[in-house]
Each structure stands twice: as C-alpha cells, then as structure tokens.
C-alpha cells in the first residue's frame, strides 16, 4: 500500500492564481481531511469527507473548495491564492471514525506551498 | 468548539524522562490521540486514550483523565531521535454526528546530549 499520497510535493504560486492540491489513499477509508499548517502551529482542519459525495467544512474553509467524488480521491482548489495561504497542507485519512475506537489518521507528505 | 492547550516548547537530557502535558475543553469528548511530527514530516500516530488511566507502548505511555480535562505523553530513555514537535489531538462529535479530531499547537521537544 502506498497510504496516503499528495502531489505536487512544492509550488510557488502568484496572488491570484489558481490551483488543485491532489490527495489519494489507497486503504479504502471513508473518512479524509485537508489540514493546514503554518510555522510553529499545530495543524488546522479546512476540510474533511466522511465519504464519497459528502464533505463539509471545518475551522478555516474560506478560500478553498473540495470535492469527493470517489473514496479514493480529496483534491483541494485554491481560488484566487493570497499570501495568507501559504503554508504546509496536509491530507489525512482514517477509517470509519466509529464511537470510542481508535481509527486514528494516516498522513501524506504534505505540500509545501508559497503565494508571492 | 474546543481549546486544546500544550506547552510550546520543551527540552530534555538523552536518557531522562520527560512528560508532555495537554489539557482540553470539548462537548462531546470521544477520544485522544498523540502524534510525532518530525520537522519537514507528516504527522505519524503513537497512542490513543478514550478511557481513563495509563496506555503503555514501549519508551511511550499515554494518561488520560477525561474528569479533569487533562493528558500527558511521557517519554523515557530519551534518545536523540526523540527531538520532535508532539501533537495533541481530541476527537470530538460534530454537530452531523461525526467524530472528528482538532489539534492542538503542539509541543517542540529538543533533546540534548
């Protein structure tokens, strides 16, 4: 199993510019997440999906999209990139997040992205 | 919402013991999890606690005390490879019934021959 892959591993974009993050898992989890990190922070939830067709918003949504159209895939679109929104993201997925089991989250390898 | 709080920065002697505490505000409490991140990594699972008392793992323990708000990490034999930033996570239950984990800051821990 390859887990959880991300790609592009870097990009520079310019403000205003647009682009898609892509996150696949191949562990057929329902549950995957899109989290920010910024220097010296933990990491902030933007997005997540507890399956394919849902996805709902978590505590930093504004400027981004999401869509989940198989259980394998969680792309992230940047619209219109500003400066604020360079950081690391990260994606992550986990299984069925069941009451009290552990179902803890899988990673990628993040990417590292700068807005000028 | 929820207010997880961990110290920021840490340091230790290879070797010692040191514990790393997280302390956490949530309506619908449903688990808490400690993650190892190594700088430039991805964040990588080490211990889970939903129920009160100790989870021991090797060199790592986890405590819960879910009346208190309140869990540490604790580390021993330190090694160089331990220096990393340590992540709390709770799990909590979403307003749509899903169980879905915040993060804290995280604590940076250096250790130092």
């Known amino acids: 199993n390859a887990g959880v892959t991300q790609t592009p591993k870097f990009r520079i974009l310019k403000i205003g510019q647009s682009m898609t993050l892509q996150c696949t898992q191949d562990m057929n989890h329902n549950y995957m997440y899109w989290y920010r990190q910024d220097p010296g922070m933990g990491l902030k939830l933007i997005y997540y999906s507890v399956g394919a067709g849902i996805t709902d918003k978590g505590e930093v949504p504004n400027g981004y999209n999401v869509s989940r159209s198989t259980t394998e895939d969680f792309p992230l679109r940047l619209e219109l990139a500003a400066p604020s929104q360079t950081s690391v993201y990260f994606c992550?997925?986990?299984?069925?997040?069941?009451?009290?089991?552990?179902?803890?989250?899988?990673f990628g390898p993040g990417t590292r992205l700068t807005v000028l | 919402g929820q207010n997880i709080d961990q110290p920021t920065e840490m340091t230790a002697t290879e070797g010692a013991i040191v514990q790393i505490n997280c302390t956490y505000q949530t309506s619908g409490f449903n688990g808490l999890f400690w993650y190892q991140q190594h700088a430039g990594e991805a964040p990588t699972f080490l211990s889970y606690?939903?129920?009160?008392g100790l989870e021991e793992k090797g060199r790592f323990s986890s405590f819960l005390s879910r009346s208190k708000g309140y869990s540490y990490l604790l580390l021993k034999e330190l090694q160089m490879k331990d220096s990393a930033s340590y992540l709390c996570?709770?799990?909590?239950?979403?307003?749509?019934?899903?169980?879905?984990?915040?993060f804290g800051r995280g604590t940076s821990l250096i250790v130092h021959p």
């Open positions: 606690n939903v129920l009160d």
């Open positions: 996570a709770v799990r909590d239950r979403m307003t749509g019934g899903s169980y879905i984990p915040t």
């Open positions: 992550a997925s986990s299984t069925l997040n069941r009451d009290r089991a552990r179902d803890e989250q899988f």
